[in-house]
């Protein structure tokens, strides 16, 4: 059977914590009169008893109030001096000039061949979109399907099309 983690609450605790909530002070402020007791212990307490509050909490004062979050940790703005506004005033660098468009490559005009008509070495580069599919007949080179033309033509470089 695990050990049992809380520890029994006094009949002086309860007395402040039935004082205090129908106060209306939080369960934060009535924890750091009870030394060993968490804001959560006090709220389970008071939702375990039923102790009901008859004055609304008091409003948060701008000093109870977190500071708005940057986006940087603390180590980052001490480590960092006014990372903050570094970054504000970092300026991004102009974009890379964009690469002039390749011109559209000519129509083929070159010997033809069918697909069934294909040698082991000849260039299986399609130059018909349309059926019957006709293809380079031109020598391929070694390693590649594509003659040289086609085999450069194959690969995008840059900015594409």
Wanted: glycine share 8%; charged share 30%.
């Amino acid at each position: 059977m695990p050990a049992k983690l809380s520890k029994q609450w006094t009949a002086a605790e309860l007395a402040i914590v039935r004082r205090d909530w129908p106060k209306g002070i939080s369960a934060s402020n009535i924890a750091r009169q009870l030394p060993g007791r968490s804001k959560s212990a006090v709220v389970g307490l008071v939702h375990r008893e039923g102790i009901v509050r008859t004055v609304p909490p008091a409003p948060r004062t701008k000093r109870d109030r977190p500071a708005p979050r940057t986006g940087l940790s603390r180590s980052q703005i001490a480590t960092e001096g006014n990372l903050a506004k570094k970054i504000m005033h970092h300026r991004q660098p102009a974009p890379a000039p964009r690469p002039a468009k390749r011109e559209k490559p000519k129509p083929y005009t070159g010997p033809t061949v069918a697909f069934d008509d294909l040698t082991r070495d000849g260039c299986r580069w399609p130059v018909t979109d349309d059926k019957p599919y006709r293809f380079c007949s031109g020598k391929a080179q070694p390693g590649s399907p594509y003659c040289a033309e086609h085999a450069r033509r194959s690969v995008r470089t840059g900015g594409g099309e």
